[in-house]
DNA sequence: AAATTATATTGAAACGTTTCCAAACCTATG
DNA sequence: CATAGGTTTGGAAACGTTTCAATATAATTT
């Protein structure tokens, strides 16, 4: 069943079934219901492949999602996914591992699948450094700044991630913990870096010297690596009372580590999360998380990069705010 | 840079560019190597369209995803995303409302995207009754049984929901507790049904009568759902000692309920799930549950399916055995 | 060396659309 | 009633591939 099936049992051309079918103006209204009725009835749908072969442009957005073993990214991604249905976009998903150079990869893909736009889920600014110039289309990267990278056909939504990470660790603080350790990261990631550098302002507007902060303890954001890293920080010599983790998935296994040493949450050592995963509302103890909007962001990203493609709309570099959520599992000392 | 400019190029004829680019025989190495280095020099990417034009086969895959509260399928979509990212194979995500009608969703899109190979997370019977039959490619079926659903071109990888539930139970039974509750299932689920099944065969073996059967309280796989369904039991006359929970996200929320209302798990009362997500392993208490080896689940379904797409492989219908996680949230009393 | 066979290459049609130009058809105006 | 202007339609080229019949070339046999 090809277009030319329609117009032969219509008796149109089939440069009018075209027009008919693209909304064309110029065509009588006779026609386009005459048309419309047979391919109703047919359950006629169009070659994609014939139309774009000829219109060129596909439409087809690209996601790319740096980083495998996140809790965050999978239901971003299902956000996005959501968001899409509703539009004539396709969606494709595309994995890189976390050591992978994303924007390559993307690059590659975008060639593919001739690619109109393209999301980015967790990248990071060396790699964009590296060869971002080279992907023509526009991009949003979902999650982090890229407000001074300095490229030209790339938007951002994220939140302020030192913002965020300085009001939690402010937060604790507050509540009269002074050694606050910080917990996880890893090299190149730039979320990690951000998130230390809230940390370490939040010390210093509270006078505490550079000698003096917390310990640090690195990993990936994952419920084992969290639950890793604070076995190393319990076994260390410095008394904690406060723990930064820069992400929720990694405060969960904190806890779970600090129960499993026998001591408890709050009650013996604090800690503070960053994301707002829905798991965080129904842990024992409840989680006192800073929570990033996450279906703002997703959204946001959206629409940033339909805007541009439809609208040329302007690149843009958004925060979308954050809010503490304060639970159970800080207690003032 | 089409073929056409490889080919002018090398001074071969287009005919010949192609045959080395799909690797036909009879094509000489040395015309082989000229075009491929011309290919290579240029990187140059086949139309995709083009060549789905006359090949008329795309290779597009669709996973059609139903429920969308679910903390389960985002992982299980990123983990078979994973699978066909190696593979020559494109996988296009698509999500339906838990109340919509998966499968004419998926034979639209099937249609749309002319698709060759379909999986569908979490469908059911009923829908597929009405019209799986129209679906001429093959499809697996993921997380449900469908070994007597009668349809030619599906096939099917899950646990055993029934015998995974009912040993659950026993677990409950056998560390003393006699009044059961079953927490969670919605009307229409094909999982809920059979893990229900469990829990009455369970009950029965252990010479339960049914108007002795634990108190059931309905509701969706989520946190909240959990909480709430809990919340009802608790206010409810009978007293419970064990909970099933349909699945781990239920039972936290569960717990987390229980420990709102000023008991604990599992000194007052135990509680098991069903699923093995994750965290589960990480909550405090740590959760008892039926894990699902939801990776190998997903592996096999791809398998299974490009088995059928590639070597004409039979539908199968398996069942991938499950494991009894005992943790920390039932207690012997 | 000629005849036969195997291998390598070419040329052209076909896939299902869109799009542009020109032709045909209206309708209103002078 | 002829003409202009606009609207509607038809026809054909073009998009970048694959594929197949036909041809050219090389290898092998006699």
Redesign the pocket.
């Known amino acids: 069943m ?3 099936d329609i117009a032969k049992e219509t ?9 008919v ?2 909304n064309h ?7 386009r219901k005459t048309i419309m009725e047979a391919v109703d009835r047919h359950g ?4 994609v ?3 774009n ?4 442009q596909s439409e087809n957005i690209i996601i790319v999602v740096k980083g495998t073993f996140n809790e965050l990214f999978p239901v971003m991604v299902q956000r996005i996914q959501m968001y899409f249905r509703e539009t004539r976009y396709t969606l494709i998903t595309e994995y890189v591992d976390e050591e992978a150079d994303e924007v390559t990869r993307a690059r590659q893909v975008c060639l593919e699948k001739k690619a109109i736009g393209l999301l980015i889920l967790g990248g990071n600014k060396e790699n964009f450094k590296k060869g971002f110039d080279r992907i023509k289309i526009p991009a949003v990267l979902v999650t982090n700044h890229a407000g001074d990278w300095g490229f030209e056909n790339l938007s951002s939504v994220s939140t302020d991630d030192t913002e965020g990470a300085r009001k939690a660790v402010e937060f604790l603080l507050e509540n009269g913990h002074r050694n606050v350790a910080l917990l996880g990261g890893t090299v190149g990631s730039d979320t990690s870096t951000q998130r230390r550098l809230g940390w370490e302002k939040a010390q210093e507007d509270f006078g505490i010297k550079k000698e003096d902060f917390g310990p640090q303890v690195g990993g990936r954001y994952s419920f084992e690596a969290g639950y890793e890293a604070m076995k190393k920080l319990l076994k260390g010599d410095k008394k904690i009372t406060g723990v930064f983790a820069l992400a929720d998935v990694m405060a969960i296994g904190a806890i779970s580590a600090i129960s499993d040493a026998g001591l408890s949450v709050p009650e013996d050592i604090s800690v503070i999360g960053y994301d707002g995963i829905p798991i965080g509302a129904y842990f024992c103890p409840k989680l006192t998380t800073i929570r990033q909007s996450i279906d703002r962001i997703c959204d946001r990203s959206c629409e940033i990069l339909i805007d541009r493609l439809e609208n040329e709309g302007k690149t843009r570099h958004e925060f979308i705010p954050f809010t503490l959520d304060e639970r159970q599992s800080v207690k003032k000392i």
């Open positions: 090809t277009i030319k008796g149109y051309s089939i440069g009018t079934v075209s027009r079918l693209n103006p110029n065509v009588s209204e006779k026609a006629f749908i169009l070659n492949s014939a139309k072969l000829k219109t060129v």
